[in-house]
């Protein structure tokens, strides 16, 4: 079975720009979490869809928003870039996105710098 | 707002040493994960752990999740250079809002010199 992928894997954009991230889960996965990870904070939730619909979301300013298809691949936009934009941008996928026994597999990530 | 507190930050040692990483809030969590990530990767899932005081073992590591619920121990024995990595301990909330949500401690970094 194939792994979660994220396209791009790396990105460089200047401040200002807005940016594109996607994500294609594990076949079958319905739920989707991002999540940012930067060398201060740690790995942050951002937010988390379920056929196609935004269930929960972190703290994050409304600039990060994202959306679920209906084969359930997701996509992150983040507008108006800020330096400290510059992370390492992480999406999961798991079959139901709750329980015990449902399990989160991380893609590889997305490398964003932001100059 | 729940986290985890993850220690110590840093951890460099000899091939052959034992380690423990801790991991500790005061907020009640539903399943406690640690995952192990390398450079340019994504985490990956070692263990979940689900019920007060389980205990789980996986070859040279053993995971133990506490009582209560609130805190989580990952103990390698014998280190190996392979062993080298960034450990992270995630918690899954034990409420309705927790979809999709896991909170992360910050992180071990771990490095084993041969």
């Known amino acids: 079975k194939a792994g979660v992928t994220q396209t791009p894997r790396y990105l460089i954009k200047t401040r200002g720009q807005q940016v594109t991230l996607s994500c294609s889960p594990i076949s079958g996965h319905r739920s989707v979490s991002w999540y940012q990870q930067t060398p201060g904070q740690g790995l942050q939730f951002l937010f988390e869809?379920?056929?196609?619909?935004q269930r929960n979301k972190g703290n994050f300013p409304g600039r990060f928003s994202g959306r679920q298809f209906s084969n359930s691949r997701s996509e992150m936009n983040v507008s108006t870039l800020e330096l400290g934009d510059s992370a390492l941008y992480l999406c999961?996928?798991?079959?139901w996105g709750h329980g015990s026994t449902d399990t989160q597999y991380f893609g590889p990530g997305t490398r964003l710098t932001v100059l | 707002t729940q986290l985890l507190e993850q220690s110590p930050q840093f951890l460099s040692i000899q091939e052959g040493e034992n380690l423990t990483v801790y991991c500790n809030s005061s907020s009640v969590f539903s399943s406690l994960q640690w995952y192990r990530q390398e450079p340019g990767e994504g985490p990956v899932l070692l263990v979940t752990?689900?019920?007060?005081?389980e205990v789980k073992k996986l070859k040279r590591l053993t995971f133990q999740f506490g009582d209560a619920r609130k805190d989580s121990s990952l103990h390698i024995t014998a280190a190996q250079p392979g062993d080298t990595g960034l450990y992270l301990c995630a918690g899954e909330g034990d409420g309705g809002t927790s979809y999709g949500k896991l909170t992360f401690g910050q992180g071990t970094i771990l490095t084993v010199h041969p």
């Open positions: 999961a996928s798991s079959l």
């Open positions: 752990v689900v019920t007060g005081g």
């Open positions: 869809y379920f056929s196609e619909t």
